[in-house]
């Protein structure tokens, strides 16, 4: 276990990396990061003032549909009914990768400290840091435990229309922020960069957690618990005993 646990923390280290180069650009204001967020704000916010119709459904999108609160109410419906199906581990999988998320988000926002853009006429506002965009976080773990915990419930020839929502999801909450004005480029970049790595290092310690329990590893097209689909998610044991698809 204590073998497999730090091949888990390995790989989220290594999935951190791209984060943490990015995080070395923007702390050492790297000219032309700077200027890729500057030209994208500029011609984005000069889009949002031409186009009131436009910035309305983004704002909706950003503010309703794809807004944090949103996305971690799914979350915590999804963990409350796998604690209903007696998941016990998955349901520990979903609220750590939830709220560790968020905890990191918060800590990295404090530290780095990165201004919002400020525009002439925002067509929105936001308090708080910048970097990492912390609705491009949020939406990359909470789509990442809302695909793998019910990928197994889903019939294969819809699996694909379930990555390509999520992946949507992913990459239009991003949009809108940059959009809106209230976040850098590089600061969703950062945000799904950070999330990728937390649900690459939550995973991969699952992963370990079920082969502990005596389960096979699994691919992640078919979800992090395939067994969900049964009566009786859960190993009865740790072992040879605990059933047909434990071995």
Do not use: N
């Not at 750590?96 to 990295?108: E, N, P, S």
């Not at 912390?134 to 197994?152: D, E, I, Y």
């Not at 618990?225 to 009865?236: F, G, N, Q, S, V």
């Amino acid at each position: 276990m204590g073998v497999r646990l730090l091949l888990a923390v390995g790989a989220g280290a290594v999935a951190a990396v791209p984060f943490g180069l990015l995080l070395l650009l923007v702390e050492g204001a790297w000219p032309p990061l700077l200027r890729v967020d500057a030209g994208a704000a500029r011609r984005l916010h000069e889009v949002a003032l031409e186009h009131p119709g436009w910035t309305a459904t983004l704002r909706f999108l950003s503010d309703w549909l794809w807004d944090p609160a949103t996305l971690r109410i799914a979350v915590a419906l999804l963990t409350g009914w796998l604690l209903y199906r007696r998941a016990w581990r998955l349901a520990a999988w979903a609220a750590t990768t939830a709220i560790g998320g968020a905890l990191i988000g918060v800590l990295v926002k404090v530290v780095v400290e990165r201004a919002r853009p400020s525009l002439q006429d925002p067509v929105a506002q936001a308090p708080g840091y910048s970097f990492p965009s912390g609705h491009a976080m949020t939406a990359t773990t909470s789509c990442g435990v809302l695909l793998l915990v019910l990928l197994p419930l889903v019939p294969r020839r819809w699996r694909g229309l379930c990555w390509a929502a999520a992946g949507i999801s992913v990459l239009g909450v991003g949009f809108t922020r940059i959009a809106l004005g209230v976040h850098w480029f590089s600061d969703v970049i950062g945000g799904w960069l950070l999330g990728g790595a937390v649900v690459v290092l939550t995973g991969w310690a699952f992963e370990a957690w079920r082969s502990d329990a005596g389960r096979p590893r699994t691919d992640v097209a078919e979800g992090l618990e395939p067994e969900l689909t049964d009566e009786a998610p859960e190993p009865r044991a740790y072992g040879p005993e605990s059933g047909s698809r434990d071995r």
